[in-house]
């Protein structure tokens, strides 16, 4: 196996024969007649797997040693949250005072957060966002 994953590695080249998946449709919810109500799910070789996660394992290594990622880069990597992002960002722009369009502009994403909060407990301007992120959606 190592000597497989190894070679895949070094030649930059992933077995066909890996990418191979077993399509199974579940069924979501409403009318089992109904195509749209099915979700394909897709069972790929166990060893596939492995191959990816040590291929994943390397890649953010390298990135990490090389400072490729931008310190603002919270998705997919260790010790950075969308949790955090959302802490970030309330807290520079309480500080800062972020003009409204900057700040829903850089809510769009992240509006479900402010979905989270009680908006009883905001300040006025901090509401403006908080209404503004729910008609984001």
Sequence with gaps: ??????RSLD?????????TAIVTPVHKSGDRQEVSNYRPISILPAIS???EKVLAEQLVAHLNIEN??????????????TETA???????SGKNHLDLQIS?????????YYCALSPQKLTPEDTALYY???ETQ
């Design 86 to 92: 959302c802490c970030y960002f309330l807290e520079v």
């Design 11 to 19: 030649e930059s080249v992933f077995p066909s024969t890996l990418k």
């Design 49 to 51: 797997k492995v191959i």
């Design 104 to 112: 829903s502009a850089a809510l769009t994403d992240s509006a479900v």
């Design 68 to 81: 490729l990622l931008h310190p603002m880069q919270f998705g997919f990597r260790a010790n950075h949250s």
């Design 132 to 134: 503004c992120a729910l």
């Design 1 to 6: 196996v190592t000597q497989m994953i190894n």
